[in-house]
C-alpha cells in the first residue's frame, strides 16, 4: 500500500468517526425533542335532574362525561327519591334519556350523582360501619347495573362538617375513604360479573375550602376513584351578605377579604397528597347577585349589602347587560369578572367567557384532568360551553 492509499484510508476512518458521533448527537437531540400530543382532556357536564328541560337536546359534541344530579341515600342505599325538587320529580327516565346521548357521542360517559348539598344527610350513616358501608356499596352496584350507568358520583357536603344540618361525626374523615373503597370493590365485582370488561367509574366532588381538605383523607382517597371535581365556586354565596368572588381565578388585591380562590384550592388538594392528573376544576355556569349593596359608589367589591349572594342562571342576567343598567369590571388581580348596576346597587358576581381562558390556561399548564361545570342548563345557548371547549 503506497502513501496515497494510506492517507485515502486515515480520512474514510475519519468520516465514518466523525457520522457516526453525529448520529449520537442527532439520536440524543430527538430523544429532549419535546413532540406536542393532544391530550384528551376531560369536560364534565353536572345536569340537573330536577331541572324542567329536555335532556336529549343536550350538545354532547364536546362533553366527555354528564353527571345527573341528584340521587338520594334513604335507608343506607343510593335510590331514585320520589320526592320533588321545585315541583319536579327526578325520574330514571331523565338516564334513558342523557344514555341515548352516546348514538352523538358513542365515547360519553353518563354517571349519576349521589348527594349534593340538601341530600347528604345519610352519608355519614351509610359510611358509619363495615356493614353499613356493604349495603351502601352495594346498592350503588346495584344502581349503576340496573341502570346502564358508566359509574357513580358520590357529593358529601361534607364530611365531618354540618353542611345542610347533616348528621355528621369525626369518624367521618376516616369513613369516607372506607366507604370509596367499598363502592370500589363492588364495582369491580359488577364488571366481573358482567364479563364485560368495563372499568366503572368512581368520582367525587369535592370542596374547595381548607375546612374540606382537612376532612377528608385525600392521600388515601386517590387509590379508589378515578377523578375528582373541585367545587371551586361559591367563595361568596348564600351564606354572606358582602358582596365579593364567588369563583375568582387568584386572590384578590384584599386578602382580608378573600375567602379562597381557584389556585389555593388546587394547592391544597395536591399538597395533601392527591395526584394534579386526576383532578377536574369546576366552573360556575352561574352567578351570585347581591341587592341594596352599601356602598358609595367607589369600593363595590366587599360591600354589605340588604341579601345574601342568591345564585342567579348565566342565561337570565348575560343578555343585554348594558341595557339592564349593568356595568362590567374586572379585577386583574383576581382575574375575575363582576357587574354593578349602580342605580339599583345590585352587584353579580360570575364567569365568563374572559375569566375561562385564564382557568384553562393554567389547569393546562398545572396539568390538571380537564373541568368540570355546573350545570348545563345555566348556559343554555352555550356561551360558556363554547368557551370552554374552544381553549381546551
Not at 99 to 117: A, D, I, Q, R, T
Request: hydrophobic share 40%; glycine share 6%; net charge neutral.
Amino acid at each position: 500500500m503506497n502513501l496515497k492509499h494510506i492517507y485515502l484510508s486515515i480520512i474514510l476512518i475519519v468520516i465514518l468517526f466523525l457520522s457516526s458521533c453525529i448520529s449520537s448527537v442527532n439520536k440524543e437531540a430527538a430523544k429532549k425533542t419535546v413532540v406536542p400530543t393532544h391530550k384528551n382532556y376531560m369536560v364534565v357536564a353536572y345536569v340537573a335532574g330536577y331541572r324542567d328541560f329536555d335532556f336529549t337536546t343536550i350538545d354532547v359534541s364536546g362533553i366527555t362525561h354528564i353527571n345527573y344530579a341528584f340521587a338520594n341515600i334513604r335507608d343506607g342505599e343510593a335510590i331514585f327519591d320520589t320526592t320533588k325538587i321545585d315541583g319536579k320529580r327526578l325520574t330514571p327516565k331523565d338516564i334513558e334519556a342523557l344514555n341515548s346521548l352516546k348514538s352523538k357521542n358513542p365515547n360519553l360517559k353518563v354517571l349519576v350523582s349521589v348527594g349534593g348539598w340538601s341530600w347528604s344527610k345519610g352519608f355519614s350513616d351509610a359510611a358509619l360501619t363495615e356493614k353499613s358501608r356493604l349495603k351502601f356499596a352495594k346498592s350503588c352496584a346495584v344502581f349503576v347495573d340496573k341502570y346502564k350507568l358508566d359509574g357513580i358520583d358520590l357529593d358529601w357536603e361534607y364530611p365531618n362538617q354540618i353542611g345542610a344540618g347533616n348528621t355528621h361525626r369525626q369518624e367521618d374523615v376516616h369513613n369516607f375513604t372506607l366507604m370509596l373503597k367499598a363502592v370500589r370493590e363492588q364495582l369491580d365485582l359488577l364488571a366481573e360479573k358482567n364479563k364485560n370488561d368495563k372499568h366503572y367509574l368512581l368520582a367525587i366532588a369535592t370542596g374547595a375550602d381548607e375546612n374540606y381538605v382537612k376532612n377528608t383523607e385525600l392521600g388515601e382517597i386517590h387509590k379508589y376513584i378515578d377523578f375528582l371535581n373541585i367545587m371551586t365556586y361559591d367563595f361568596y354565596n348564600g351564606l354572606h351578605k358582602t358582596t365579593g368572588h364567588h369563583s375568582n381565578f387568584k386572590p384578590s388585591a384584599q386578602p382580608e377579604f378573600d375567602m379562597n380562590s381557584v389556585l389555593n384550592a388546587v394547592d391544597m388538594h395536591v399538597n395533601a397528597g392527591f395526584p394534579v392528573e386526576k383532578i377536574n376544576l369546576g366552573i360556575p355556569f352561574y352567578g351570585r347577585i347581591w341587592k341594596g349593596v352599601k356602598t358609595d359608589g367607589k369600593q363595590i367589591l366587599f360591600q354589605k349589602a340588604e341579601t345574601v349572594g342568591m345564585g342567579i342562571d348565566y342565561t337570565d342576567f348575560y343578555k343585554d347587560i348594558n341595557a339592564n343598567g349593568f356595568k362590567r369590571y374586572w379585577d386583574d388581580s383576581a382575574k375575575a369578572p363582576y357587574l354593578w348596576n349602580a342605580d339599583e346597587k345590585t352587584f353579580i358576581s360570575y364567569e365568563d367567557e374572559e375569566s375561562i381562558q385564564y382557568k384553562i390556561e393554567y389547569l393546562k399548564t398545572r396539568g390538571l384532568a380537564g373541568v368540570m361545570f355546573w350545570e348545563y342548563s345555566g348556559d343554555n345557548d352555550k356561551a360558556l360551553l363554547n368557551s370552554v371547549v374552544k381553549n381546551l
